[in-house]
Every structure is written in structure tokens, then in C-alpha cells.
């Protein structure tokens, strides 16, 4: 796709509702209906925001393990990011991953920060056969938010992604290699379908636990779940501020 034309259709992929509905509500966006297949748990919801089209995508709740838990991880986030850019083929000019994560206060990450992404790789992918281990990390770059980052007073910092909310050994090894300063459970395998559809994508991540810190990751992600959220709501309508209507070089 162009990338030289004014960003005016933006995709917010958001894996968890209780994420999300802080901004939809904020923006009042509608439900979208018959936006993607009815075996799909997904939920879509649409409006215009700052004279972009916005698409607000998020995970829904799981109906196959009989849970009803949000569907997170990287299965169901890149097949609603996948479906969504199929929907809207064409169309999109950006996707941002909004949502909550991880940060290392290596990093210099403290809860409550908000991190826009200038990559994205896996930590738990292991495939320890040579061709194979540049495919299981999966480092995406995301695309370039100098601008934006500085307009919102965001730090900027690559995001590990796994499927384990704690973590091993071995985590920690990959994502020391993957110079990750955030870590999440959606952000690579979004990034993955955008780069099969060639779209430009990065993420606003908002720090609910301390990877390296003394809290069990747990307890820490469902005491600042709450208060994240509306960090995210706080920024998102920034961000969507700062790039509608400009060109990506200009992020």
C-alpha cells in the first residue's frame, strides 16, 4: 500500500473488552454487526474520530474450552487482525495494537507508563534447527512514531510476545536478545498479519506489571488492569490525533 497519502482509516486491534471499552465509550463507538464470519467470536466497533474512519477490534471471550474468559494470545489476535484487514482490504491505512503489558525496570518501565513500539519478536518461540530460528523469533519492525512518540510523551522500546502471562528461564534469555523493554501476548502475531498485507502498524502499550520486579506478574496485572485501561483511553485519543491526516513519514 502507499504510505504517502494522509492516514484517514485506522484499525485499533485491543485483545481484551475490559481494554477496550474505556475508549469506545469515550469516542462513542457504535457495534459494527455481520463484520466478521459468525463462527468468529470477535467484536468490531466503528465510528469517526478527528476526520479518520476508526475500526476498534478486540478478541471477545472464548466459546470453545467453555470459559467464557477474553480470548488473548497469539492465536486469536492474528486471525481478528487478519480477518480485519481482509474485511476492509484495501482500505486500511494503519493498524495500532492498543492494549497492556509488561515492562522491565531494566528498561527503565514503571506501571502506569505508556510505551509506543519500534518493534516486535517472539520469546517463546523455540525451534532450535538454524533456518529456522530467525522464523521463530519473528522480529517485525514497527513503523516509525518519532513525532508522535514525543507529542505524547511516550517512551519507546521493542515488545517481547509470548503466550504464558509468567514466564521461564529461557524467556528471560530470548527477551534480554530481543532488547525488549515491554512484554505482551498479542503484539508479534498482530504484527505478522499486518506484514502479510503490507500495512504499517505499531503498538501503544500501557505497563500493568513489573516483568522484573518482586510481584507475581498476576496479581500485579489484575490490581493496575483497571487503571491501565484508562490510561489507554487517555492516550488513544492522542494518538489518534497526531496521525490522522498526516503521512506516515511524518509519525
Known sequence: ??????????????????????FITHL?????????????????FGGVYEECKLTVVTNGQDNVYGTGVENVGTVPAALVTFLTLQKLKGDVDLVINAGTCGGFKAKGAEVGDVFITEA????????????????????????????????????????????????????DEQ???????????????????????????????????IVDGDKPSDEEFMENLASAAKSLQEALPKVVAHVCGKKHDEL
Not at 462513542?28 to 468490531?44: M, R, S, T, Y
Not at 505482551?184 to 502499550?205: R, T
Open 120 to 171: 516486535s519478536a517472539n520469546h517463546d518461540r523455540r525451534i532450535a534447527i538454524p533456518p529456522y530460528i530467525p522464523y521463530g523469533i519473528g522480529k517485525i519492525e514497527s513503523t516509525n512514531t518519532d513525532s508522535l512518540r514525543k507529542a505524547i510523551g511516550a517512551k519507546l522500546g521493542i515488545v517481547s510476545t509470548g503466550n504464558s502471562l509468567d514466564k521461564h528461564d529461557w524467556d
Open 175 to 209: 527477551m534480554k536478545k530481543n532488547d525488549a523493554s515491554v512484554k505482551d501476548m498479542e503484539a508479534a502475531a498482530i504484527a505478522w498479519s499486518c506484514a502479510l498485507h503490507d500495512v504499517p502498524h505499531f503498538g501503544v502499550k500501557v505497563v500493568t506489571d
Open 28 to 44: 462513542d463507538l457504535a457495534p459494527v454487526d455481520n463484520f466478521f464470519p459468525e463462527e468468529a467470536p470477535f467484536k468490531a
Open 1 to 22: 500500500m502507499s504510505t504517502k497519502a494522509p492516514i484517514k482509516n485506522v484499525v485499533i486491534a485491543v485483545a481484551m473488552q475490559q481494554e477496550a471499552e474505556p
